[in-house]
């Protein structure tokens, strides 16, 4: 493994969850940032404990702009391949090798959750929604359009390169990827849900469609 991989974790108040994602997540690549998006408890000493390189947000700013703040440090540190997941050990850090290999002649990739029969039936629904639209406004389809773990190289940063600060920016990516015309694959991964009603809620998903529309008409 070249000296070239990187991990991006956003985070706020996962303190619970935080150690052990950083020390699983060490084993697959080369380094850990972990951007503490204003939490209110004891993640940040957590993750810097845990051996991430800790970046701070005073003030919650929304996981768009904690993911944005770490792919920079990343890029500016030399990364070739940043890895994007979550904080709260729903993705399982042993699929990143898959990523890495899937990005072989690919600019992103895109984890698609195989294993929903414990998704929240409500998320089920609002996914397969937005997967549609997405098709339908930028001709791409990505069988999982909300799951945040990805991958791409530092070069597709600056082609994918969101505004929004919350939730929205797991569509702004996939807008981008389907204007530029990027090429992309997707690969199954296995999820843990802890938490059912964590992420993104009904009213993100409307934002998020409302968004997609914006996207369309604007670029």
């Not at 039936?121 to 997967?131: E, P, Q, S």
């Not at 969101?162 to 990827?177: D, P």
């Amino acid at each position: 493994m070249s000296a070239s991989i990187w991990a991006v974790i956003a985070a706020k108040n996962e303190e619970k969850d935080i150690s052990s994602v950083i020390k699983e997540t060490k084993k697959f690549v080369d380094e850990v940032i972990v951007v503490d998006d204003g939490s209110s408890d004891s993640t940040g000493a957590i993750a810097k404990k845990a051996g991430a390189t800790l970046l701070t947000h005073v003030v919650n700013l929304g996981k768009g702009a904690a993911t944005n703040t770490g792919c920079e440090y990343a890029i500016s540190k030399n990364a070739k391949i940043i890895v994007l997941l979550d904080a709260d050990g729903q993705h399982e850090p042993k699929d990143i090798p898959k990523f890495v290999q899937a990005l072989r002649g690919n600019d992103i990739v895109f984890g698609i959750r195989t294993e929903k029969k414990s998704m929240p039936l409500i998320l089920k629904f609002g996914n397969n929604a937005i997967n549609r639209i997405a098709y339908v406004l930028f001709g791409i389809y990505i069988a999982d359009t909300q799951c945040g773990f990805r991958a791409f190289r530092a070069a597709t940063y600056k082609k994918i390169r969101w505004k929004s600060r919350n939730y929205s920016m797991e569509s702004e990516m996939i807008a981008h990827v389907g204007k530029k015309r990027l090429k992309y694959a997707q690969i199954p991964i296995s999820t843990i849900y802890a938490d059912k009603y964590k992420g993104t809620t009904v009213i993100d998903g409307i934002k998020i469609v409302l968004n997609m529309v914006w996207w369309k008409i604007s670029r």
